[in-house]
């Protein structure tokens, strides 16, 4: 593919993450349609594998059940949600798509816009923002926006961008501070857990699947003896605040970890949760169980999705991107991303790159 159908590639992407966090909804879902068409006409003529055909196989029942079962906003909602990931996900890894100079310019763009709201204490399109944002419009006094006008989306793309810069090249070391001030203390921890797993010695990393378990058992232990304990449910919830007494990190921070862990520990999260198909995310909003509504992506993800078709989704990711494993899975537990296209292609693209020619930071060569 020319270098300027890659970049046009590239820009819708960009494109449909920004539209997403604007009031243009229209121009949102024709860049939608437009990257819809053009990720099945690329793929027109390839071959699939096993793994790929049963994800296919998964998304089409999944999509016809909630046909039958959704009113027509929640099934095109959900179809559009995994549907936009999947192809995007199968697309990048048959094609070789060259992004050029486009995220190098969108990173300085997006530290610019950062130093400049921490610096000035409002976003430097403030008023634009206020009357065409959206979620996030009340915060151009607050929270940095970044290029995408959401921290979350802004520090993600910061987050997997500087995370390939480093393994590249540890003189960029330095630039995680740029994470830490993007506005989303999750994506940092996220990206905090990446490298020191990257770091561990190699035996560490082919037990993966080990401490995966481990980790799996341990978890369903400790919600059942949570559910049975109400005691020991509030002594995990109250932990962050008392390793926080001091408060070398903001309560607010502290009070998120707090809603995540509440709603990780409760079974009636997970009795509203588990779907074997999609369903309407707005109807499980409703009378939740604390004054927060979800603040999962995994969840999120699951009433999109379904579970059976969520699991195989995340399996074809993780294989996929397996570099950005560890932050992916941490990045799920809030609002980390893997159905927009933009950023399914650079865990994809990134992988590739840095699986191909490892170092001993698990990067590519210096």
Same mark, same amino acid.
């Given at each position: 593919?020319?270098?300027?159908?890659?970049?046009?590639?590239?820009?819708?992407?960009?494109?449909?993450?920004?539209?997403a966090?604007?009031?243009?909804?229209p121009?949102?879902v024709?860049?939608?349609?437009?990257?819809?068409?053009?990720?099945?006409?690329?793929?027109?003529?390839?071959?699939?594998?096993?793994?790929?055909?049963?994800?296919?196989?998964?998304y089409?029942?999944?999509?016809?059940?909630?046909?039958?079962?959704?009113?027509?906003?929640?099934?095109?909602?959900?179809?559009?949600?995994?549907?936009?990931?999947?192809?995007?996900?199968?697309?990048?890894?048959?094609?070789?798509?060259?992004?050029?100079?486009?995220?190098?310019?969108?990173?300085?763009?997006?530290?610019?816009?950062?130093?400049?709201?921490l610096a000035?204490?409002?976003?430097?399109?403030?008023?634009?923002?206020?009357?065409?944002?959206?979620?996030?419009?009340t915060m151009?006094?607050?929270?940095?926006?970044?290029v995408?006008?959401?921290?979350?989306a802004?520090?993600?793309?910061?987050?997997?961008?500087?995370?390939?810069?480093?393994?590249?090249? =540890?003189?960029?070391?330095?630039s995680?501070?740029?994470?830490?001030?993007?506005?989303?203390?999750?994506?940092?921890?996220?990206?905090?857990?990446?490298?020191?797993?990257?770091?561990?010695p190699?035996? =560490?990393?082919?037990?993966?699947?080990?401490?995966?378990?481990?980790?799996i058992?341990?978890?369903?232990?400790?919600?059942?003896?949570?559910?049975?304990?109400?005691?020991?449910?509030?002594a995990?919830?109250?932990?962050?605040v008392?390793?926080?007494?001091?408060?070398?990190?903001?309560?607010?921070?502290?009070?998120? =970890?707090?809603v995540?862990?509440?709603?990780?520990?409760?079974?009636?999260?997970?009795?509203?949760?588990?779907?074997?198909?999609?369903?309407?995310f707005?109807a499980?909003?409703?009378?939740?169980?604390?004054?927060?509504?979800?603040?999962?992506?995994?969840?999120?993800?699951?009433?999109?999705?379904?579970?059976?078709?969520? =699991?195989?989704?995340?399996?074809y990711?993780?294989?996929?991107?397996?570099?950005f494993?560890?932050?992916?899975?941490?990045?799920?537990?809030?609002?980390?991303?893997?159905?927009?296209?933009?950023?399914?292609?650079?865990?994809?693209?990134?992988?590739?790159?840095?699986?191909?020619?490892?170092?001993?930071?698990?990067?590519?060569?210096?």
């Amino acid at each position: 593919m020319s270098s300027a159908l890659n970049s046009t590639l590239v820009i819708l992407m960009v494109l449909h993450v920004f539209l997403a966090n604007t009031v243009f909804g229209p121009l949102q879902v024709a860049v939608e349609l437009v990257l819809i068409g053009w990720f099945v006409v690329g793929l027109y003529k390839e071959n699939f594998t096993r793994l790929e055909i049963i994800l296919l196989v998964f998304y089409l029942f999944a999509t016809l059940v909630s046909f039958f079962t959704n009113g027509l906003r929640e099934f095109m909602l959900a179809a559009k949600v995994i549907g936009l990931g999947m192809l995007a996900a199968i697309y990048f890894t048959k094609k070789d798509v060259d992004p050029g100079r486009i995220f190098e310019w969108l990173f300085i763009v997006d530290c610019f816009l950062l130093i400049h709201q921490l610096a000035f204490g409002r976003f430097v399109f403030g008023d634009w923002v206020a009357a065409y944002g959206k979620n996030w419009a009340t915060m151009v006094a607050s929270r940095p926006l970044g290029v995408f006008l959401n921290p979350h989306a802004s520090s993600y793309f910061l987050a997997i961008f500087i995370l390939y810069a480093v393994h590249k090249s =540890v003189k960029l070391l330095p630039s995680l501070v740029m994470v830490f001030f993007s506005g989303s203390f999750f994506t940092f921890v996220s990206f905090l857990v990446q490298m020191i797993w990257r770091i561990l010695p190699k035996f =560490v990393g082919k037990l993966a699947g080990f401490f995966l378990l481990f980790f799996i058992i341990c978890f369903i232990v400790v919600v059942i003896v949570s559910e049975l304990n109400p005691d020991v449910r509030d002594a995990i919830i109250d932990f962050p605040v008392y390793l926080n007494e001091d408060e070398y990190i903001s309560p607010v921070r502290v009070l998120g =970890v707090q809603v995540l862990l509440g709603q990780l520990l409760s079974f009636e999260t997970y009795e509203r949760i588990f779907t074997l198909f999609p369903r309407d995310f707005n109807a499980i909003i409703f009378d939740w169980h604390d004054d927060f509504g979800n603040e999962l992506m995994f969840f999120t993800l699951i009433q999109h999705a379904g579970l059976p078709l969520f =699991v195989v989704y995340l399996i074809y990711i993780a294989r996929q991107a397996a570099f950005f494993i560890p932050f992916i899975f941490v990045s799920l537990l809030h609002y980390g991303d893997i159905s927009a296209p933009l950023f399914v292609y650079m865990f994809i693209m990134y992988s590739k790159l840095l699986v191909a020619a490892p170092n001993r930071w698990g990067g590519s060569k210096s």
